[in-house]
């Protein structure tokens, strides 16, 4: 697992978010070895999206945060996503219906390079996150992001493996 060593700054907010990167990456290979089980990820999990639409979902929203923290790293002004939660959600979505899972997996963990590449930036103080959103700081975005990947695994892992105990995700 690629992991970038905590530049200079509070050794204890370095500390919380190189644990909290752990997590992040864990979560990450998790999910990219849930996709790689063989499973029928036309399944429906909600309403109105397959298991394949969630990874297509998921993966949209860690390049957004891998873009963002990159921007901002990199003193760009940062382009957050637009409209409300349900538009960008369904953007998300429908902009990689058609995608293979290989290729989603692909970007999600070129995603998660970048984040771990930037992550310890001491000169970022928040990330945006989404137009009319308050922004987080670098621990926050990692824990909700491990925390939202962690909410679809569950979901996953509820609908497409009824019969196996479902992980703590």
Known sequence: ???SSPKTGSGQVQGGIAHALELLQNKVEELAGFYG???DFNQMVYPLWSARDVLGHLVFWHESFARNLKDASEKRKPNPLKG???EVNRQSVDSNRGVSIEELIERLRKAQEIINEYIFD???SLIPYKQGSRSYSRL???EVVTSHIGKHL???NKKLCPDQKTKKS
């Open 1 to 3: 697992m690629i992991r």
């Open 37 to 39: 089980g063989g499973l």
């Open 140 to 142: 926050e975005h990692l």
């Open 84 to 86: 409300s939660l349900a």
């Open 154 to 156: 569950k979901d996953l």
């Open 122 to 124: 001491t000169s970022i």
